[in-house]
Each structure stands twice: as C-alpha cells, then as structure tokens.
C-alpha cells in the first residue's frame, strides 16, 4: 500500500481536527423574508438542536396548514454528534496509519454523508411541504411549499433561503481540502520518477488547497443583464436601454436587477439585504455596452435633460472625462455625484 506524504498527513489532521467546530456552530440556516417582516426570520439547525425563529415560523405556518416544526421531527439529532466523531477518527486513522488507502476510504466516506444529508433534508422537506392540513385558514388547490435544500425559493409572499452555516461551510472546506490532498497523492505517485516532494508539487497542492477555500465566495460577481427580457426586480419593467441598469449582489450570491439606479436605492433601503457587509452594488456604465462596473468605482452625472428609464436623471460613467463630455453636451444645470451622493438623492419614502 502507497505510503502518504508527510505534509498530506499534516494537513489532513488539521483539516479533520478542524471539523471538531462544527459540535459548535451551526450546520443549516433557512431565512425567510416577506414586507411585514422586512428584518427576516431565521431558523439554524445544529447537530442535535434548533435555534431561531422557529416559534413565529411555526405561527405563520399555522394558516396554511403546515405541521409544527419540533425537534421531534428530527431523529437525526439524537445521532448526528456520533457520526461525526466516527467521521473525524475516520479522518485521522490515515493520519496515524500513513496509507492512502485509508485516505480514499475517507474521501468516500465523506461525499456518502453528504449526498445522504442532502437526501435526508429533501425528504424531511418534501413530506413538510406537501403534507397539509385542508382545514387550514388559507388553503391553495394544488399548492405546496417545499423549502429550498440549497439556494432561494419564492412560497406565496415570502423569499425563502436554505443553505450551509457556519459549521456546515467548516465541513465543506475540510472536506474540500482532503479532497485535494488526495487528488495531489494520487498525482504525485503516478509518476515514477518523483521521489521526493518538490517546489513544483508544493506549488500544486497549496494551489488545490487554496481553489477549495476560497470556493464558497466566490460566486457574488455581477450576471450580465440579458436587455429585452430581464426585468427590474423592483418595479417590474423590464430592462431595454444599455446605459442604464444596476444590479444588488447579496452576500450569498443572489441577483437583483434593476432598470435605474433609484430603483436599486429604493429597493436597497427597504431590504433586509442592505445590511450585508458583504453585498455588492454594480451599476451599468453609460458608455459601456451594458457592461457592469462596481458603484463606487464610478462617476454619476445627474442632469434634468438626462431621459433614464424611471426619470432619475442619473447616469454612471468610468471616468470624469466621459462624464463631463456628457455633461457638457446637456448644458447648464447638472452635477457630479459620487455612489455616496446618489444613495442620499433617493431617501426612503
């Protein structure tokens, strides 16, 4: 049996020692938001607990005959702690051993708890979602409100969303990264004239490494508006000029496109996503074929002669150049903003 290279088993016992954080932080959340909550609700699911808003969740679920979410409706807890301790000793045992064998064991053992963890919250999901009382208060022929098990999903007027917290995220990165030490194992023996480590194979594997930690952020870039069929998603026209349009990246990657910047503003301070740090504002550049730019990398022109799709009478430029070319062009009256500016011109109704 092939033996593991040294630094294969150091990493590996840091990133299995490090799935220990998930017995303390959360491994789910599911947020919903709707306009009489505009803060959001929220409900984290542990190893072996819930946590959140499950009260007021289980209240507005009430009326449309959805069960009580308790506990009880999950086993799981009850042996969730064991397999990942078995999980965690599986991740060391080739650690200790040095065969590789024992690593792929390990890889394997991994994306098996994943797929059944997957499965698992469907089928808890769909039996939720479609097993309704028809006495209920209100009651939609043919409607069901299966939650999202990963990503958003609309159920009547609210925006739901389902994904990893910050323990299950601990165990994907853990799992990504032993995922890489195997692939570098399994290239680095392949060749029969390496012998020993070298610059380049160390290159390769902080290179597999780093790709796997920095997966899960890197998703919030801007989606290119697709002109004549995308629409505003706060007042529901649909975008058709290529000098104007912005788009809200959440911290979790969702896009919401808007056909004028005071559209985007209104719907940022009204929004439960406006307070993630993480979120990014693009806006479409006047001159730029559509293209997305970051907001605070911009120049804004307002001027009363600039036609905009929702009359704000603000356009983004690159450069100070291009934006007093314009500017010039639609004579006296008009003004530079900053991304600053323009968010105090369209104060919250």
Not at 43 to 51: E, N, V, Y
Not at 120 to 125: I, K
Not at 172 to 188: D, F, K, M, Q, S
Not at 211 to 235: H, V, W, Y
Request: proline share 5%.
């Amino acid at each position: 049996m092939k033996k593991l290279h040294v630094i294969t088993r150091i990493l590996l016992a840091v990133a299995a020692l490090s799935m220990l954080g998930a017995y303390k932080l959360p491994m789910w959340e599911i947020h919903l938001w709707a306009p009489q909550y505009p803060e959001g609700l929220n409900m984290k699911i542990w190893l072996d607990h819930l946590s959140g808003d499950f009260d007021i969740i289980n209240g507005l679920n009430h009326y449309i005959g959805m069960a009580l979410i308790k506990e009880e409706m999950f086993p799981e807890f009850k042996f969730m702690g064991y397999v990942l301790g078995f999980l965690i000793f599986m991740g060391l045992l080739p650690v200790i051993i040095g065969r590789r064998v024992f690593l792929q064991i390990f890889v394997a053992l991994l994306f098996i708890a994943g797929a059944l963890g997957l499965w698992d919250f469907y089928r808890w999901g769909h039996d939720y979602g479609h097993n309704l009382d028809p006495k209920a208060a209100i009651s939609v022929p043919g409607m069901t409100y299966d939650p999202p098990i990963v990503g958003y999903k609309v159920l009547l007027n609210f925006t739901a969303y389902s994904g990893p917290d910050k323990g299950g995220w601990l165990l994907i990165v853990a799992g990504g990264i032993t995922v890489a030490l195997l692939a570098w194992e399994l290239l680095r023996t392949r060749s029969k004239r390496i012998t020993n480590i070298g610059s380049g194979d160390f290159v390769t594997l902080a290179a597999m490494v780093g790709a796997m930690l920095l997966l899960p952020g890197c998703d919030r870039g801007p989606q290119a508006i697709d002109f004549g069929k995308d629409s505003c998603a706060e007042c529901n026209m649909t975008l058709v000029d290529k000098r104007f349009g912005a788009e809200f990246v959440t911290g979790r990657g969702k896009v919401f496109k808007f056909d004028d910047v005071n559209c985007m503003v209104e719907f940022i301070e009204r929004e439960p996503h406006a307070g993630d740090s993480a979120a990014r504002r693009f806006v479409v550049a006047f001159n730029g074929g559509g293209a997305l730019v970051e907001a605070d990398h911009l120049v804004f022109v307002k001027h009363k002669d600039l036609r905009t799709p929702m009359r704000s009478h603000v356009a983004a430029f690159r450069d100070k150049e291009s934006a007093q070319a314009t500017l010039d062009g639609l004579g006296e009256g008009g003004s530079f903003l900053t991304w600053q500016d323009v968010m105090k011109e369209f104060p919250a109704p």
